[in-house]
């Protein structure tokens, strides 16, 4: 049935609702860390810190900075939908050949991109839980259905679990380490050993958007797997550590034909100019890597001493954030910080409830965080 005003002009077209996808009913809009401005708006604040998107806080590298603006003058051009120099830096930082390599706007197109490439109406994808919600979406969207495997105590990954819940319709299979919204990590020996059993017909994905964060001596790198002829594809960005969370870009490496298979699905300009010259750029300045790393490092140590101080323990973290057991309504502790001008994640928001996520920021970031919560908590810790 078709309602038309006066002028004719349709107004809605019930016919063509109905034609919507049905698997996209269950899809909400992804609901991301609120944004400083909204906060300010919102609570009438003027002092906002954001640590709810495992944003680096020293910034972006002033070597892309320079890059970006270098690049200005030619924006006119379609850009590179070769990345050629993009893919020869990664080539050459990681001894992998280019056809190996496939950049995307963001991990999250990369998502899209390997759901689009594999997936059909009904196919199934493991995944873990919690972990990253766009897993669950890009199967949605290809109406494919996903097996969550929920982590174990302490939020360690269920590698057997994950093994069991594949059958004969599983396409996909999604690991994240350092898991997001956790902070935890697979082990070399544990992927090996997983890897050696997974069936041949499923495709691995290995999520590492903050393995440039990880210190610990046994954490498994999925591109030697990958230069072992494991069945694996590795995903990273330039969002985290490399700080350019706003350009959208990171990539993939994978064995070549499946790069090729991938290829077929991406749009032919999908990363734009800005975005590759600045990861180029950002790629080649180890000064601030090191920094970041280093600021990362201290300001973990002060968030866990000073959680400890006000009677939290925290899950152990290989990454830019840390969640920890608040042991009261963490929806309410999130809103009562907001309040006060602090921007964290509710654990029930990211799959995980009664916990709070929040990113590693500056040591004063971090310090007001810690103020706010002092004295939010002894106002919760009251009522209970
Ligand atoms: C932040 C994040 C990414 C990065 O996504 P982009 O689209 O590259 O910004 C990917 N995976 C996980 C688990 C993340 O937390």
Request: overall charge negative; aromatic content about 8%; glycine content about 8%.
């Amino acid at each position: 049935m078709t309602i038309r005003c006066s002028g004719g002009v349709v107004l809605m077209t019930h016919e063509i609702l109905n034609n919507v996808r049905k698997n996209l009913q269950a899809i909400t809009p992804y609901s991301p860390g609120k944004p400083i401005s909204d906060v300010k708006r919102e609570y009438g604040l003027k002092d906002v810190i954001k640590l709810a998107s495992n944003e680096n806080p020293v910034g972006p590298s002033k070597k892309a900075q320079e890059a970006i603006l270098t690049a200005l003058g030619s924006l006119h051009r379609y850009p590179d939908g070769g990345a050629v120099d993009l893919k020869a830096a990664l080539a050459a930082k990681y001894s992998i050949p280019t056809g190996q390599i496939l950049v995307g706007n963001g991990s999250d197109e990369c998502i899209k991109m390997i759901s689009e490439t594999f997936l059909n109406p009904g196919d199934e994808v493991v995944v873990p839980s919690p972990s990253f919600s766009q897993y669950w979406f890009g199967t949605q969207v290809m109406a494919g259905t996903s097996v969550q495997v929920p982590l174990l105590d302490g939020f360690q990954y269920d590698l057997d679990a994950m093994l069991a819940a594949v059958t004969d319709k599983t396409k996909l299979l999604y690991l994240c380490s350092p898991n997001n919204p956790t902070g935890t990590y697979i082990r070399k020996d544990e992927l090996r050993h997983f890897l050696d059993q997974v069936p041949s017909h499923v495709l691995v994905i290995l999520d590492e958007a903050y393995i440039e964060y990880a210190t610990a001596d046994d954490v498994a790198s999925g591109i030697d797997f990958l230069k072992e002829g494991y069945n694996v594809l590795v995903m990273r960005t330039f969002s985290k550590m490399y700080a350019l969370a706003a350009l959208r870009i990171g990539y993939v490496f994978c064995r070549e034909e499946i790069a090729t298979e991938i290829n077929r699905v991406r749009e032919p300009f999908n990363v734009n100019t800005l975005a590759q010259v600045a990861a180029v750029a950002a790629l080649g300045d180890e000064e601030h890597v090191e920094t970041s790393r280093a600021l990362n490092s201290s300001g973990y140590e002060q968030l866990t001493k000073g959680l400890e101080a006000l009677g939290f323990s925290h899950i152990p973290t290989q990454a830019n954030f840390l969640i920890f057991d608040t042991k009261l309504n963490d929806k309410e502790l999130f809103q009562l910080l907001l309040e006060k001008g602090i921007i964290a994640r509710s654990g029930t928001a990211l799959g995980a409830p009664g916990y709070l996520r929040v990113t590693i920021g500056s040591s004063e970031e971090n310090q007001l965080f810690l103020n706010a919560l002092e004295l939010v908590v002894s106002k919760l810790r009251q009522k209970v």
